[in-house]
């Protein structure tokens, strides 16, 4: 059994300390999500529900707390892949799943260098970088693995892997851009949206990667399924919807 990241530990003494009546679902959610999921727990707070407990993390790292048997109820995922992992494991009620939320790829700089640039096939970005590095979030995140396709298609990747510096998240990866240790970033547009440091410079073509998604469901497991089940449905709702497609994402 994996042993329990320190966030999920943190979350789950905060649990135990709440009575059980008091407390809305525990959600894991990608870390892409960190202001418009947690908008969406407000406005469902404000409807006089218990609100949730967030926590945030790489896709990767998420789902494998769900397999050592983190005592969550939902699970929100920046892809399709660690999703399907859990749903072949049995981890899932296959009938909630739903993919409800799309996601761009872009390339960001810093704010005060940031100059607009033409994202295409064999694009200059070894050039750009000079003796700094890009960041990405871990290829086993979500979009590490979708920035690594898309470098690849483009033809640039084998040029710019080793200057390369990766993070454990997608926002680590921004981090790093926007503390000016790396002059370039591959990030989700909702992270750069959500960044004041940072400025989206190019846009990755659509079709250099696989489309990006986020596919959310109730976890078989769940202490709280009830108040899981009815917090998956506000999320997925028009309203529910209509909060994330504030923060940049696009609703599905």
């Keep these: 059994m994996r042993p329990f990241s320190k966030s999920i530990l943190v979350v789950v003494a905060m649990l135990a300390a709440t009575p059980t009546l008091a407390r809305g679902p525990l959600v894991l959610a990608a870390a892409s ?9 407000d406005a469902w707070a404000a409807q006089r529900h218990e609100r949730p407990v967030i926590s945030f993390g790489g896709s990767s790292a998420l789902a494998r707390q769900i397999e050592a048997g983190a005592p969550a109820d939902l699970f929100v995922s920046a892809d399709e892949e660690w999703m399907n992992a859990l749903a072949k494991k049995g981890a899932i009620v296959a009938a909630s799943r739903v993919s409800f939320l799309g996601n761009r790829l872009v390339l960001v700089a810093p704010a005060a260098s940031a100059k607009p640039v033409t994202i295409k096939r ?33 033809g640039v990747w084998a040029a710019v892997a080793p200057k390369v510096a990766r993070g454990d998240s997608v926002r680590s990866a921004l981090a790093l851009v ?3 240790a790396a002059p370039y970033g591959v990030v989700y547009a909702t ?3 959500a960044s004041k440091a940072v400025r989206i410079v190019g846009v990755f073509p659509a079709a250099s990667h696989p ?4 596919p959310i469901a109730r ?8 108040a899981a089940e ?5 999320l997925v709702s028009d ?9 940049g994402f696009v609703p599905r």
């Design 33 to 41: 999500l960190q202001e418009s999921m947690n908008a969406a727990a």
């Design 122 to 154: 064999g694009f200059a970005l070894t050039q750009w970088l000079g003796g700094g590095r890009l960041a990405m979030a871990d290829s086993a995140v979500p979009a590490g693995r979708y920035g690594q396709q898309a470098l690849t298609a483009l």
């Design 178 to 180: 926007e503390r000016g």
């Design 191 to 193: 992270d750069a949206y």
């Design 211 to 214: 489309p990006i998604t986020y």
């Design 219 to 226: 976890l078989k497991a769940a202490p709280s399924a009830e």
């Design 230 to 234: 009815q917090f998956r449905r506000f």
């Design 239 to 247: 309203a529910g919807k209509a909060i994330f497609r504030h923060y």
